[in-house]
C-alpha cells in the first residue's frame, strides 16, 4: 500500500513539474510582452495578454492544489 502511495506521490510530482514549467514560460513571455515600452500593445492586445496571464495563473493554482507539497519544495 505504501509502495502505491509513494509511486502516486512520483507520478503526479513529475506531472505537476511538466505542467509548471511551460505555465511559467507562458507567464513570463507574456508579462515581457506587457512591459514592453518600444513596441506598446494595443487596448485589444493587452486585454487579450491580461486574460492569458489570469488563466495561466489558474492553471498555476490547479497544479498546486492537486500537488500542494510539490508546490513547497
Known sequence: MQENREHT?????KLAHKLRTPITEIKWNANA???DTTNPLNPEHRHSIE???QSAERLVQAVDSVAPL???G
Open 9 to 13: 506521490d512520483e507520478v503526479i510530482a
Open 33 to 35: 510582452l506587457l512591459e
Open 51 to 53: 486574460l492569458l496571464l
Open 70 to 72: 510539490q508546490a513547497q
